[in-house]
Structures are given as C-alpha cells and as structure tokens.
C-alpha cells in the first residue's frame, strides 16, 4: 500500500471536491449559450461569464471502458451539430470518499474529457499562451473541473485547459499480458496534449506556446513528461508545484511504520501487483487474454474499492513511455531541453502530518523521538539535533518541520542541480510559497496547537479561485493572488516569468543550483516585501541532508537523492 489509507482518503476529501456552487462551473438556467468553436471533431458551444467563456466536457479520446479498460487512449469519435460544452463531465472513477461505505463508486470510467477557459475579448495580434493544467491527488483522486483557471486566462491573458486522467487501477494498473504497456493515466495525459496541439489554435492558442504545469501528483506526472521520449514536442515549458523527479518519502512518513514512498514503480513490480490482483478478483483461468478478459467484465465498483485502488498508485517505468525511473533519467541528462520552474511551500508537511494527527499524534518529545528512529534508525540522532522539538511550537511542528526540507524541499533544489548541470542555459527558475496565513483548505481538520502555514496545496487557491477554503483571501493575498497569475502566465508567452509587464514586480532571479548558498529562489507571500529571493539550501538545511543522506554521486558531482533513512 503506497499511501495509507487515512491520509490518502482524507487527503482526496480535502484536496478535490470543491464546495457547493464555488467556481464557474454551473449550467446557464438562462439560456445564454456563449461561444461555438470548431474542434478537430466537431462544434462546442461554451458558456459566457462575462470576462471569460468556459467550454467544459470536451472529449479528447474514446471512453476507456469495456474492450479500452487499460489500453492506451484512442481519439475521440466525432460528432453532428454542435456538442453543449456548458458543464464539466465526470471526473474519474477515484478514491470514495471518507465514510461513503462499501460500494459507493466515485465518479465515471468514460472520463477522458478536458475543460477550456479563453478570455471573452479576441487575442491582440499574436496567439495566445497555453497552460495545460494537471490535478493532483496522489493518483487516487481529482479533476480537471475542480480548478477554475478565470484569474490565469483573465489576468494573463492565455487559454487555460484542465485535464481528467485515469486514476488508481484504471490509470497504473498493470499485468504480464499486459506487457509493457504504459501507464494509462500518463499515457491519457499525453493524449490531451495531443488534443490541445491539434486544436489550441481554435481557442486563440498558439499551439507551440504551450505550458504544463501541476502540483502534486501533477508535478510528479509532469517530472514523467520531461524524461518521456513520447512527451517530444508535446509542450514548451513545465512548472511543477509542490514535486519533482526526486520527491520521495521515509519510513514512517505518514504514519508509524508505513513503508518509504517513491512515487514510480518498476514495470515488475506492477505486474506482480496486477497478477495478485487477478487472483483476488477470481480471474485465473486460461491464458493471459482469458484474464485480461475477465477483469475487462467486472464492473467498475468491484474494482474501485480503496485496497485496489491504492495498490496502483504509483506509474509504472520500464516501457515506451517511461523507459526508465524519472529521478534515474534526470540524473543522466535524459529530459526534454524546456524552461523550467520549480516550486515548494515553506510547510509542505504540515499537511499531511494535520492529518494523521488524530490516528497518529505526536503530543510530546518521545513522540517525536519515536518517529526519528522510525523514519531514520541510527542517523535519528543526528535529525533530532538539528531540529530539537523545542524549537519549535510543537513536537508535531518540529516532525512536519523535518519532512518538509527532506521530502521536498532538498529534494526539489536537487532535481533544480540536476537540469543545470546537464542544462546550464536552460531558463531555470525556483520559488517557494510562504504565505503563513494562507487561507487553511476546507475540510482540514482543526487543531488549536498545530498551524498549517503554508502547507501543502496552499498555493492553490491563489492560481484557481475555485478550489474551496476556510475563508477567502484578504486584500493582501488577492494581490498576492495577481501578481503569480502574472508571473505563471509571464513564464507561458516568454518562459521568464519576468515579463509579467508589470514594472514593480519583484524580479524573479534565475535558479543556479551550482551556487547554493545565494537567494536564488523567490519567496512569495502578502504584504510590503513579501516577494524576496531566499537562500532555501541553506533555510532548509539542505546542507545537512546532503552529508546524511544515502547517495551516490556520479561524475557530474550530482546528489542522487533516492530515499533518505531506512527502507525496510
């Protein structure tokens, strides 16, 4: 199991499922029928929201049911007249909710569908840039619809597309007759790619301008992207958010003695999973197809159970599309020669430790201690001198504290080393969101001596007004909110975010992970001041990670940070 269920289930509650009536995202009860645009396989007719038009439930491949139940996507079958492209389609089959009971299937197989949000004005003169934007959700859980992109496509004046892609079995579900087929949900991923390069035009898009970006498990799908030899030309930036090629987590991470989590898995290992798998759901008999077969038959609620799903959450490498591990393809200078920007929040962690809390709490030091040795065994020590409990507000504080700069932070400035040592021109910049009062996102659990800061996923309210929190942003933070709608959109026309056109803008400083030690990565966050360059190597102690960590080095002098502490 890659991720336990608590923090998985809660995670995907709180992360993607947007409040009631939040967004753009509701039917027109006037009538009103927006723009008809002309696609590759028919007309779409999207809805005005006076600054913007949203054409949502665009297919851009086939129903991935029956006989396409893992295979790779196939196009979308054309249509007559014109498609009501008025409201999102539904989101794929994924993690139930927390408390749904057994049986309740979340969304929909036929989910191969992305949503498309242009400004209301026709561009001036030149295409437009475009965003592709790539849900999170560990693999388990999310929607393109969750994320209304007005402020990116209005602020910035680019076309923005959301994604759905397979999830759990139905995306990395793999099998011996299956051979080395890709995973599914990377694989869909591509293919919409391939729908906005045939079509981005339609919408006012310059198709050879095209920015993916993603948090989360969308920044790790987008890590997937930049070492895929079948992702060539299929986008000209990449912005991943809160993960990269070298995220990975230790022992006990996410809960007392729950295993180390790196987020690719060999094309093996999957087989073996999906073999198992096979067994489980009764399909044994006859040959490879006889069982593919079987599986192919069984109703998607007998498969979308959170012990499946969680069994294949991790995209399979060692096939056509991922030929080898990300991290592994980074290191050795195989990846996509793109500008590129990196990002971490200031509490990454806090997130997930918020939310294991209640199962798993660390209310004293020898809480603390014991997780230490859980995760680190005989290098604890060493971690407990550096972040000593009483240094901070709380034990639970001092343990996100800890995951933070080992998980993501080190391991984001690492990835960053990687590019430029193979790419030292390459357009290369970092940030780190740091907003302390970010507004908490709805459905966190509360808890009077533990703050989130900005932890995980906090950033993205300030991108997609959409996403739902506990309360809105204040005049600060909508600022705030602008001014990185302006640096992301900036990045997608130029690939430097320093061309937002805005002269006060703080300048964002190029990232040059060969000098460590100088604020190369911008911190942003409210206020006079709030955008600054920071030294985040030595804030976080990467330095420190550095000497403890397990690695190898390889001519190029390069950190391969594959998993810190223990493993077993």
């Known amino acids: 199991m890659l991720f336990p269920l608590l923090c998985a289930a809660a995670l995907l509650s709180v992360l993607t499922v947007p409040a009631a009536g939040s967004g ?21 007719r999207g809805l005005s929201h006076g600054s913007y038009i949203t054409f949502d439930g665009i297919p851009y491949a086939a129903p991935p049911t ?39 299937v979340v969304g929909s197989e036929d989910c191969l569908y992305l949503n498309v949000t242009v400004p209301a004005t026709k561009p001036a003169g030149k295409k437009r840039p475009v965003l592709v934007w790539v849900h999170g959700g560990a693999f388990l859980g999310g929607s393109g619809s969750d994320y209304g992109a007005e402020r990116l ?30 995973p599914f949900g990377l694989a869909d991923q591509q293919a919409a790619l391939r729908w906005v390069r045939a079509n981005a035009a339609r919408f006012g898009g310059d198709p050879g301008r095209v920015t993916l970006f993603g948090e989360s498990a969308g920044a790790l799908s987008i890590c997937a992207h930049l070492t895929s030899p079948t992702a060539a030309g299929l986008f000209q930036r990449a912005v991943l958010q809160s993960g990269s090629c070298l995220t990975s987590f230790p022992r006990g991470a996410l809960g007392p003695a729950t295993p180390a989590y790196e987020p690719f898995a060999a094309q093996a290992d999957v087989r073996t999973a999906g073999e198992q798998a ?18 192919r038959r069984l109703s998607t609620d007998r498969l979308a159970t959170a012990q499946l799903m969680q069994s294949f959450n991790r995209p399979a490498f060692g096939n056509g599309l991922l030929p080898v591990a990300p991290g592994r393809a980074l290191e050795a200078g195989r990846f996509h020669r793109v500008p590129v920007v990196l990002g971490t ?21 020898a809480d603390y201690r014991a997780r230490l040795a859980d995760a680190f065994g005989p290098a604890a020590p060493a971690v407990e001198a550096r972040y000593p409990a009483a240094h901070h507000a709380s034990p639970a504080l001092a343990w996100a504290a800890v995951l933070t700069d080992r998980s993501f932070t080190c391991t984001t400035l690492a990835a960053g080393r990687a590019i430029a040592a193979h790419a030292p021109g390459l357009p290369l910049y970092g940030y780190e969101f740091s907003d302390p009062d970010a507004p908490v996102l709805a459905g966190l659990p509360a808890d ?17 007004p959409s996403v739902p929190t506990e309360r809105p942003l204040t005049d600060g933070q909508r600022a705030l909110a602008d001014r990185m ?19 006060d803008a703080p300048r964002w400083p190029a990232l040059r992970p060969s000098s460590p030690h100088t604020p190369t990565v911008l911190s942003l966050a409210p206020g006079p001041g709030g955008i600054h360059p920071v030294d985040a190597y030595a804030a976080h102690a990467c330095p420190f990670w550095d000497r403890l960590s397990m690695h190898d080095t390889n001519t190029y002098g390069l950190v391969r940070y594959a998993v810190y502490g223990t493993t077993s």
């Open 66 to 104: 029956g006989v396409l139940r893992w295979r790779a996507p196939v196009p979308a079958a054309a249509w007559r007249g014109v498609r009501d492209a008025r409201r999102p389609a539904e989101r794929c089959v994924q993690m139930p909710a927390p408390g749904a009971g057994a049986g309740a």
């Open 448 to 464: 009077p001596g533990f703050s989130y800061g900005a932890a995980h996923g906090f950033e993205m309210p300030f991108l997609f």
């Open 485 to 503: 709608a302006g640096y992301w959109t900036a990045f997608a026309r130029t690939g430097d975010p320093n061309t937002s056109g805005t002269p």
């Open 24 to 44: 753009p995202r509701s039917s027109d009860s006037s009538g009103h029928g927006g723009a008809v645009v002309r696609t590759e396989q028919g007309l779409v």
């Open 278 to 295: 096979a067994r489980q759901l009764g399909c044994t008999t006859g040959g490879g197809d006889e069982v593919l077969a079987c599986l």
């Open 345 to 365: 929040n200031h509490d990454e962690m806090r997130m997930f430790v918020g939310l294991s809390l209640a199962a798993f709490p660390i209310r004293t030091e």
């Open 153 to 182: 496509a209005v602020r910035g004046d680019a076309v923005v597309v959301t994604v759905n892609y397979r999830l759990g079995i139905f995306g990395y579900f793999g099998h011996s007759a299956l051979g080395a087929a890709p």
